[in-house]
C-alpha cells in the first residue's frame, strides 16, 4: 500500500538523502535554481504529478525504478555519478534537454521503460556510458537523432526499444 506524501515532507526527505519508496507526491516535487546535490535521489515503487529538475547537478546517483511520473522534467541537469530509470511509466512529453554529463564508468541506463509521449535529448552530451534498452517510445525521440546536437563519447547502445528513436526534432509531434 502507497502513503501520500506532501511535497514539503517528500522534498525534505530527498534533502536528507532518504529514498521516496511506495509513496504517492500529489504535488510538483522539484530540485532546481542551479542547485549542486550531494545526495542520492532514489525514487521506488512510486507515484509523482509532477518531478522537475532544472539546472541541477547530481554528484551521486540517481536512480527511479518502478514509478509513474504523470509530468516530469530534467531540463540542463548533469547525472555526473549516473542515472538509472527502470520499469517506470512517464505520461507527458519528457525533456532532458542539454543534460547528461555522466562520468565514464557512472552510466545512464534507461531500461524497460514507457514513454507515453515524446522525449527530448536535444543538446545533451554523454561523457560515460550510455544503455537505452527494451524501452516503448510511443511517440519517439530524439536519442539517436544527427541533427540534435547530442554528443557520446562512448557509443551508446540501443537495444529492443520499440519506438523511433531518430526523430529529426526537439518539438512535441504537435508542434512540428
Same mark, same amino acid.
Given at each position: 500500500?502507497?502513503?501520500?506524501?506532501?511535497?514539503?515532507?517528500?522534498?525534505?526527505?530527498?534533502?536528507?538523502?532518504?529514498?521516496?519508496?511506495?509513496?504517492?507526491?500529489?504535488?510538483?516535487?522539484?530540485?532546481?535554481?542551479?542547485?549542486?546535490?550531494?545526495?542520492?535521489?532514489?525514487?521506488?515503487?512510486?507515484? *509523482?504529478?509532477?518531478?522537475?529538475?532544472?539546472?541541477?547537478?547530481?554528484?551521486?546517483?540517481?536512480?527511479?525504478?518502478?514509478?509513474?511520473?504523470?509530468?516530469?522534467?530534467?531540463?540542463?541537469?548533469?547525472?555526473?555519478?549516473?542515472?538509472?530509470?527502470? =520499469?517506470?511509466?512517464?505520461?507527458?512529453?519528457?525533456?532532458?534537454?542539454?543534460?547528461?554529463?555522466?562520468?565514464?564508468?557512472?552510466? *545512464?541506463? *534507461?531500461?524497460?521503460?514507457?514513454?507515453?509521449?515524446?522525449?527530448?535529448?536535444?543538446?545533451?552530451?554523454?561523457?560515460?556510458?550510455?544503455?537505452?534498452?527494451?524501452?516503448?517510445?510511443?511517440?519517439?525521440?530524439?536519442?539517436?537523432?544527427? =541533427?540534435?546536437?547530442?554528443?557520446?563519447? *562512448?557509443?551508446?547502445?540501443?537495444? @529492443?526499444?520499440?519506438?523511433?528513436?531518430?526523430?529529426?526534432?526537439?518539438?512535441?509531434? @504537435? @508542434?512540428?
Amino acid at each position: 500500500m502507497k502513503n501520500f506524501l506532501t511535497t514539503k515532507i517528500a522534498s525534505t526527505l530527498l534533502s536528507n538523502g532518504q529514498p521516496l519508496i511506495d509513496l504517492v507526491v500529489s504535488e510538483r516535487l522539484s530540485i532546481d535554481g542551479g542547485e549542486i546535490w550531494n545526495k542520492e535521489v532514489t525514487i521506488l515503487n512510486s507515484s *509523482i504529478e509532477n518531478l522537475t529538475f532544472l539546472m541541477v547537478y547530481f554528484n551521486k546517483p540517481v536512480t527511479f525504478r518502478n514509478c509513474h511520473f504523470k509530468d516530469a522534467s530534467f531540463n540542463f541537469s548533469y547525472f555526473q555519478k549516473g542515472l538509472t530509470i527502470e =520499469d517506470c511509466v512517464f505520461d507527458k512529453y519528457l525533456d532532458f534537454e542539454a543534460g547528461g554529463h555522466n562520468e565514464i564508468g557512472n552510466p *545512464i541506463i *534507461i531500461k524497460n521503460n514507457e514513454f507515453r509521449e515524446f522525449v527530448n535529448f536535444c543538446d545533451c552530451w554523454y561523457t560515460g556510458e550510455v544503455e537505452i534498452m527494451n524501452n516503448k517510445f510511443l511517440k519517439g525521440t530524439n536519442i539517436a537523432s544527427k =541533427d540534435q546536437y547530442l554528443t557520446f563519447d *562512448i557509443p551508446p547502445v540501443f537495444q @529492443e526499444n520499440i519506438g523511433q528513436l531518430d526523430i529529426e526534432s526537439e518539438c512535441r509531434e @504537435e @508542434e512540428q
